[in-house]
C-alpha cells in the first residue's frame, strides 16, 4: 500500500530562518504531490502541487518544494518563515490508477516573533 | 461559489447514538472523500466515491457508512457512535476521475468536530 512519511512531527523556528520539511512516499509509479496548510481552526488549504515537468515547484507564500524522484522525496521549503506560517502542513500522494490521496501525518511548525 | 460545504460543525453526541454528517459540493466534481484528523495521525481516509454510484472502503471504515447521493452529496453516517470516533471531519473533493485525467488537486471543506461521550 502507498504511504507518506513526514519525518519532522514539530518543529520550532524563529522569525527569518530558513525552513524545510521531508515528506517521503513509498510507490513507484506516477504521482501527482501535493502540500497541504492548516491554520489553527481551519481546513486544509492546497500550497503547492507536482503533477509533471519542472521537478521544483513554486506555491502560495513563499513556498516551493522538489521533487526527487530517485529519493521518492518531496521536500517543502521557505528561505525566510513568518510568524503567520505557525501551521500544521500536510505532504500528500495521489498515485496512477487510484481516486485516493494519501496524506502523511502532519509536520506542526511554530514561528517566534 | 461555496466549494465544498459541512454541517454540523460542531456535534456531541453520546454512545451509542446515531448521526449524519452532510457534505455537498457545488464544483461539479467527481470524486468526493471522507476523512477523519486525530493528533499525530494526520488525515486518514474513511470512504471515498470516485464517481456518482459508486462508493469504496479506505484506511479506516469501520463503524462508518456513506450514502453519495448524487454527484453534489457524499453523507457519513455514524450507526452507533463510540468514544472512539471523537475527531474531526472532513469532506473533500475533487475533480478528477480515472479516464477523465488525474492531475487535480482536492478541496476541503470547513470540518466537523464531533464529540462523543
Known amino acids: 500500500a502507498q504511504s507518506v512519511s513526514q519525518h519532522n512531527h514539530h518543529v520550532i523556528l524563529s522569525e527569518a530562518a530558513s525552513l524545510e520539511l521531508g515528506c517521503n512516499y513509498s510507490?513507484?509509479?506516477?504521482?501527482?504531490l501535493f502540500w497541504y496548510v492548516q491554520y489553527p481552526g481551519q481546513h486544509l488549504q492546497l500550497l503547492l502541487k507536482?503533477?509533471?515537468?519542472?521537478?521544483l515547484v513554486k506555491g502560495i507564500k513563499g513556498f516551493e518544494a522538489e521533487f526527487i524522484k530517485s529519493k521518492f522525496s518531496f521536500n517543502l521549503r521557505k528561505p525566510s518563515v513568518q510568524w503567520s506560517d505557525t501551521a500544521e502542513y500536510f505532504c500528500?500522494?495521489?498515485?496512477?490508477?487510484?481516486?485516493?490521496?494519501?496524506f502523511g501525518t502532519g509536520t506542526r511548525l511554530k514561528v517566534l516573533a | 461559489n461555496a466549494g465544498v460545504t459541512q454541517t454540523p460543525k460542531f456535534q456531541v453526541l453520546k454512545t451509542g447514538q446515531s448521526m449524519t454528517l452532510q457534505c455537498a459540493q457545488d464544483m461539479n466534481h467527481n470524486s468526493m472523500y471522507w476523512y477523519r484528523q486525530d493528533p499525530g495521525m494526520g488525515l486518514r481516509l474513511i470512504y471515498y466515491?470516485?464517481?456518482?454510484?459508486?462508493?469504496d472502503k479506505g484506511e479506516v471504515p469501520n463503524g462508518y457508512n456513506v450514502s453519495r447521493l448524487n454527484k453534489r452529496e457524499f453523507s457519513l453516517r455514524l450507526e452507533s457512535a463510540a468514544p472512539s470516533q471523537t475527531s474531526v471531519y472532513f469532506c473533500a473533493s475533487s475533480g478528477g476521475s480515472l479516464g477523465r485525467g488525474m492531475n487535480t488537486e482536492a478541496f476541503f471543506g470547513q470540518g466537523t468536530r464531533l464529540t462523543v461521550v
Open positions: 466515491s470516485a464517481s456518482e454510484g459508486t462508493t
Open positions: 500528500a500522494v495521489r498515485t496512477s490508477g487510484t481516486y485516493k490521496y494519501i
Open positions: 507536482y503533477f509533471s515537468g519542472d521537478p
Open positions: 510507490y513507484g509509479g506516477t504521482v501527482n
